[in-house]
């Protein structure tokens, strides 16, 4: 990254007009700490097949943890196994973690890579959805989200910036309201010609999806 690249990146009002306008756009909201987007991480590697331009953007499940966060019991009932067969279908491991973090600052920075390091964006989200559900680590540590950029060879000094002023839980809270304008409730929501679908659907489902919204 050149010098003038990096005063880009880390300039704190960046601003940000992206419009799910696109006929072939198709932008899904998603959060670190949802099981149900853990499980559905394939989802778009389908619709990136059907040659659909999935943007993969931030929306906090729970804004209302703490900084903190939140310790949690252990899973029990339908929903959480269900989820759990849903992991095992996809391959995914699945360690059910005790403590629940604000997402925000995960989320900002994946953000962050996926407008200036396209090519890893899904690689370091993946690895995001793994340091929670699998390996146990605390996505509300900077700490952790940094120790990431590091393995993708990113830019920390750049991502530390954005964290530290702001801008990163800005491009947050900024897509967060795109998604109530359009009616966005909860994730993982995928967007398509003013259609939505929520949840951990099938694949079927979103075949579907796609035929509806693009039926006159």
Known sequence: MSMNENRAVIEPNRSWTMEPDSRRQIVHWYD???????????????????????VDLP????????????????????????????ARAAG???NWPS????????LGAAEWVRRNHPAVSRAFSKALFEAHFVLGEDLGDRATILRKAIQFGLNVAALYTVL?????????????????THGVRGTPTWLYRGRLLTGARPIEEFSRFLQDAETP
């Open 32 to 54: 670190f700490i949802c099981p149900f987007c853990y499980v559905s991480q394939d989802r778009d590697d389908f619709l990136i097949a059907q040659e659909r331009d999935v």
């Open 164 to 180: 530290e002023d702001g801008s990163a839980l800005g491009w947050v809270r900024e897509s967060e309201a795109m998604a109530h």
């Open 92 to 94: 995914l491991a699945l």
């Open 99 to 106: 403590r629940l973090p604000n997402s925000g600052m995960a």
């Open 59 to 86: 929306f906090r499940a729970h804004p209302d943890i703490p900084p903190e966060g939140v310790q949690v019991g252990p899973r029990h009932g339908p929903t959480f196994r269900s989820v759990e067969a849903q």
